[in-house]
């Protein structure tokens, strides 16, 4: 068996992550800051939008991956993966532009641990022969 439809997913969360790594090396730069936030508030929730989409994206990737392998409908597969990328998506934005609470933060971890949810769904029942 082969990966035709995870692949689709890694790359659109490949370009997700790099985008949010320009952006905390942008202000590194521009900030003269190495290491650390140095306090600076726009720096810190860059940091830290990037760092939640390192947090969850793998684990999402890995259950969409050991889903396609164990050979779950297409259809799931897609509401996995879409449900993750726009989910961290949200999640990313809303973090960006808010230090609160906010829509994309909220409906970032909506989407992102229903996807998560239906990945374990997914895995556990093939795992267990359902």
Do not use: K
Not at 35 to 59: C, K, M, W
Not at 89 to 105: E, I, M, Q
Request: glycine share 14%; hydrophobic share 55%; aromatic share 6%.
């Amino acid at each position: 068996m082969h990966f035709a439809i995870t692949p689709l997913y890694a790359a659109l969360a490949a370009i997700i992550l790099m985008a949010l790594s320009f952006r905390v090396i942008r202000l590194r730069r521009s900030l003269a800051i190495g290491l650390g936030t140095g306090g600076d508030s726009a720096l810190e929730q860059a940091v830290r939008a990037h760092g939640n989409f390192t947090e969850y994206a793998p684990i999402g990737l890995i259950l969409l991956g050991s889903a396609e392998l164990a050979g779950a409908a297409p259809g799931t597969l897609h509401a996995i993966g879409i449900l993750l990328i726009v989910g961290r998506a949200a999640h990313a934005v809303g973090l960006s532009r808010s230090r609160g609470a906010s829509a994309g933060r909220s409906l970032g971890v909506v989407l992102t641990f229903t996807a998560l949810s239906i990945g374990v769904v997914v895995n556990l029942t093939h795992a267990l022969g359902y």
